[in-house]
């Protein structure tokens, strides 16, 4: 089946969002699964925003990652919203008096994202894969999550988030970059091939300079700085 992603950069029409009827399973289950209704009925995915890991998970035994949603910005803010409006869709929809397990959970001042993990789970990082339990605290991840379906049980019900794809990003201390050969190899060196250098001609009726705009890469200095200077200049007596 194909798919759809949702990226938070549009508004999102809920109404597009099918939940199927409920399917049972073994030791008294449920799911109901989830699609969104583009033209045909597509597997849903979300894009996982930029987020700061506050956690190790090298003693991980389970299959599910708790993901702090840190910092809160405009993305996250806005992930933590469209969770809260699908789960209000969900329980008008699922009349029962089980409790709903928020895919969000609160932990001190943090709010915690639910994502389940396989047991074969590798983190993308650079051309390779990692195991989860490499990942360092403070780096960055980012990624791809699947909602497939709503699962249920005899107590409770809630929203499954399953992990498709995770983009890891360490610390800069621990790539081992070293920040003055970035600055002065890399970063000065970019700096000045984006600078352009006007062809000043100067034009003696309007007391002004024409430039014409010719790419170089060097530095030069501003022909407003030299009309300055011009005018501060002693007349020769």
Same mark, same amino acid.
């Given at each position: 089946? +194909?798919? *759809?992603?949702?990226?938070f950069?549009?508004?999102?029409?809920?109404?597009?969002?099918?939940?199927?009827? /409920?399917?049972?399973?073994?030791?008294?289950s449920?799911?109901?699964?989830?699609?969104?209704? $583009?033209?045909?009925?597509?597997?849903?995915?979300?894009?996982?925003? +930029?987020?700061?890991?506050?956690?190790? *998970?090298?003693?991980?035994?389970?299959?599910? %990652?708790?993901?702090? !949603?840190?910092?809160?910005? @405009?993305?996250?803010?806005?992930?933590?919203k469209?969770? /809260?409006?699908?789960? /209000?869709?969900?329980?008008?929809?699922?009349?029962?008096?089980? /409790?709903?397990? @928020? #895919? =969000?959970?609160?932990?001190?001042? &943090?709010?915690?994202?639910?994502?389940?993990? #396989?047991?074969?789970f590798? =983190?993308?990082?650079?051309? $390779?894969?990692? @195991?989860?339990k490499?990942?360092k605290?403070? #780096?960055?991840?980012?990624?791809?999550?699947?909602?497939?379906?709503?699962?249920?049980?005899?107590?409770? *019900?809630?929203? #499954? &988030?399953?992990?498709?794809?995770?983009?890891?990003?360490?610390?800069?201390? @621990?790539?081992?970059? $070293?920040?003055?050969?970035v600055?002065e190899?890399?970063?000065?060196?970019? +700096?000045?091939?984006?600078?352009?250098?006007? $062809?000043?001609k100067?034009? +003696?009726?309007?007391?002004?300079?024409?430039?014409?705009?010719i790419?170089?890469? =060097?530095?030069? %200095?501003?022909?407003?700085?030299? !009309?300055?200077?011009?005018?501060?200049?002693?007349? %020769?007596?």
């Open positions: 089946m +194909s798919y *759809y992603i949702y990226n950069e549009e508004n999102f029409n809920y109404d597009k969002l099918i939940i199927g009827d /409920k399917i049972k399973l073994e030791n008294n449920y799911r109901y699964y989830i699609y969104y209704l $583009d033209e045909t009925p597509k597997d849903f995915y979300i894009k996982l925003p +930029s987020i700061k890991l506050m956690y190790s *998970y090298k003693n991980n035994k389970y299959n599910q %990652i708790k993901i702090p !949603l840190y910092p809160i910005y @405009d993305k996250t803010e806005k992930l933590i469209f969770l /809260k409006k699908i789960k /209000k869709k969900i329980k008008a929809i699922n009349n029962t008096d089980k /409790k709903y397990l @928020d #895919s =969000v959970e609160k932990k001190e001042n &943090l709010k915690l994202l639910k994502i389940n993990i #396989s047991n074969n590798k =983190v993308n990082h650079k051309n $390779d894969k990692i @195991d989860i490499e990942l605290t403070t #780096s960055e991840i980012y990624g791809i999550i699947n909602i497939p379906y709503i699962w249920e049980n005899e107590n409770s *019900y809630g929203l #499954s &988030l399953n992990a498709t794809k995770i983009i890891y990003t360490p610390k800069i201390e @621990d790539e081992n970059v $070293d920040f003055i050969d600055f190899n890399k970063t000065l060196i970019k +700096s000045c091939e984006q600078i352009i250098q006007p $062809d000043i100067y034009n +003696s009726n309007n007391n002004n300079y024409i430039s014409k705009e790419k170089k890469p =060097v530095l030069i %200095i501003s022909p407003n700085l030299l !009309l300055e200077m011009k005018k501060k200049l002693n007349k %020769i007596e």
